[in-house]
């Protein structure tokens, strides 16, 4: 169970694939852990060093006081990186880790090669939105907003066909640590990367999901038109496009990445 000791935050990770391969990062969404990266495992360590890491505040990672910034949960990836003695590395962040991957890809551009920024926007929701949500989950823990959160993240069809799977998103979600949860909604009520995609200066692949109510397409697609180096998919999917679709999704970022 491997841990990297930071500033201020210990951070909980997982390491795997050949140590010769190039790496890769993968950061979670809100309310998840490194654990969501399950379906890219077999595809990824293929070809890769799979560097997975459960977010501040998430899984076994320590939830510090909060409110949580984008430029903090982003610098966590940087001393990560510096712990690991890992210099330049391939990202994919999906919804909060996605906006993780813009401040990265505009702030420390030389320690990327590319970036994949999956079910993301530059501006998520509305901070009525969020101040609500964290109300709910100040007031009444996790299980007073994971089923709603499991309801926009897979399509009906989905959960129908895949109840394991959907289960298992589930129990992450129950099981997240309130305190941290609020904290990670904060970061991602103040997020605004609007301004910062024209400095993304390494390739990037936005991924959306055709059924995605979290992230409408047009927010997608705005990021693909303000990143400079930016290519466009759509997938079969809701919001977790990396287990929905996820032969799609493996076939899609790791073409990017060896392209």
């Not at 140590?19 to 990824?44: C, K, Y």
């Not at 089923?147 to 998103?169: D, F, I, M, Q």
Request: aromatic residues 8%; charged residues 20%.
């Amino acid at each position: 169970m491997p841990f990297a000791q930071l500033t201020d935050v210990r951070l909980r990770y997982e390491l795997q694939g050949p140590e010769t391969r190039p790496v890769v990062v993968f950061s979670n969404s809100l309310g998840t852990n490194h654990r969501m990266w399950d379906p890219q495992i077999d595809a990824f360590t293929e070809h890769f060093r799979v560097v997975r890491y459960d977010t501040r505040g998430h899984g076994e990672s320590s939830a510090t006081p909060g409110p949580y910034s984008n430029e903090q949960l982003s610098k966590d990836v940087v001393g990560l990186l510096a712990a690991l003695q890992l210099d330049s590395v391939y990202f994919c962040g999906l919804s909060m880790g996605g906006m993780t991957g813009m401040f990265l890809g505009a702030h420390f551009s030389e320690r990327l090669h590319k970036v994949v920024l999956a079910n993301t926007a530059a501006k998520i929701g509305t901070r009525d939105t969020w101040n609500a949500r964290i109300a709910t989950v100040e007031n009444g823990g996790m299980k007073a907003v994971a089923a709603g959160v499991l309801e926009r993240w897979l399509t009906p069809g989905y959960r129908v066909t895949h109840p394991a799977e959907s289960n298992t998103v589930l129990e992450m979600l129950e099981h997240a640590t309130p305190e941290g949860y609020a904290a990670c909604c904060a970061s991602v009520r103040d997020t605004d990367e609007r301004a910062s995609l024209g400095k993304v200066k390494v390739p990037t692949l936005i991924v959306a999901g055709k059924h995605d109510p979290a992230i409408p397409l047009a927010d997608a697609k705005y990021l693909a038109e303000h990143i400079p180096l930016a290519e466009y998919v759509e997938l079969n999917a809701a919001h977790l496009s990396n287990l929905e679709a996820k032969e799609e999704f493996n076939q899609v970022v790791l073409r990017f990445f060896e392209s």
